[in-house]
């Protein structure tokens, strides 16, 4: 299989949605295009034709770009765009589109930086035998520094943290196919975020770009290892053109459309409102349980009896002191015990057996008798202690009273 960055991103977010695409190659049953998609095609156009142009010296007036955004926009439009977000229109992302270009165009202008290499230019990347597929949106080459330049276009409304662009895998895998065409290691990575006016720039080290080698291939192993391709849900599932056939998705999408009646009768429809219904009587049970038991208990107290009788039954109520962790003292709990260099043991022990330790103190709790036993600093456990806070725990267990 050729691979390519985009590739090996699908199966890192769903390895079905990969297995369906790439592996199985099934034409998907409803061919849809996000809006993002769309306006980060057409705007990925309009700035080819921009660089194309000034490759000729014709440098296009603004107005004149925007023209041609918009013409392709028109063109291009149709009812598989979809829109998921609600409140917002064809014009409203077209408008943006549009802002995109008018704020990258005065920041740039007049688009001579550098020299143009090639616009949506094809690289391979060879890895161990296997070959990657990717396209530059624009390689330049600026002969006053000799570097070469991978502009990538974002019209995302995320802004990706400078840190994020050193470990980002695309353009650092484009970066290898750059540096091995032009026998240079003066590779410049630029992304440019054109919602924020915003230029991301890095040069990879060899040492980052072996690393990525061997990352991709980890990857590159794992998908050929891969046997079972299970979905993984997700946001990106409204972008997914697979959901009518996805298990995950596939019953939702055969009932949406049906009459009323008809949903009602389909069997899973049925099967999950019984099942709702026990599980909403499961909890109203559960809380009555709980009442009753506390009736149970201030009776027992009152009465001053720890077993009460009932028909054929008897009822003990054991009561007793028990240590938790409040939820909002779990880090000072952690830090303490990382404090004392205990924490590694802490994780070990688990919640449970810290408890035992505190309330056993100075003996070892699974046995009192063994002299071995190195209790923790006294200083320790005094703060533990103050950290911990005491609940009574009561339990009651039934038993039925044939013999008695
Ligand atoms: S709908 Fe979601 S879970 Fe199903 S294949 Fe697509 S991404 Fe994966």
Known sequence: MQYSHSRLSTFEQCPLRFKYHYIDEIEPPEIEESVEAFLGSRVHEALEKLYKDAKFQKVLALEELLTYYNEIWKKNWGPAIKIVKAGYTEENFCRMGEAYIEAYYKRHAPFNQAKTVGLEHKVLIELNGHTLLGFIDRLSYDPRTDTYE??????????????????????????????????????????HFLAFEKDV????????????????????????????????VSALCDYCEFRPICPEWK????????????????????????????????KMLSAEQEEVKKALTEYAKREGVTAVAGSGFKARIATYGDLKIPKDREDDVRALLQEYNLWSDASRIDMFRLRDIVQSYPFNPDNPNDSSWKPWPPELIKRLAKLLKKEENVRVYVRKMDNE
Request: proline share 4%.
């Open 251 to 282: 019953h939702l999408y055969k009932v949406e459309d049906l009459p009323p009646s008809a949903y009602a009768n389909d069997t899973g429809v049925q099967l999950v409102n019984r099942y709702v219904e026990l599980q909403d009587k499961v």
């Open 150 to 191: 991978i502009h990538d276009y974002k019209t995302s409304l995320h802004l990706m943290p400078d840190e994020t662009a050193r470990t980002d895998r695309q353009l650092a895998l484009y970066s290898i196919a750059v540096r091995s065409a032009y026998k240079t290691s003066r590779v410049k990575l630029i992304w």
């Open 201 to 232: 720039v890095i040069e990879k080290t060899d040492a980052e770009l072996e690393e990525l080698k061997r990352d991709t291939l980890h990857l590159i192993k794992r998908i050929e290892g891969e046997r079972d391709f299970k979905p993984r």
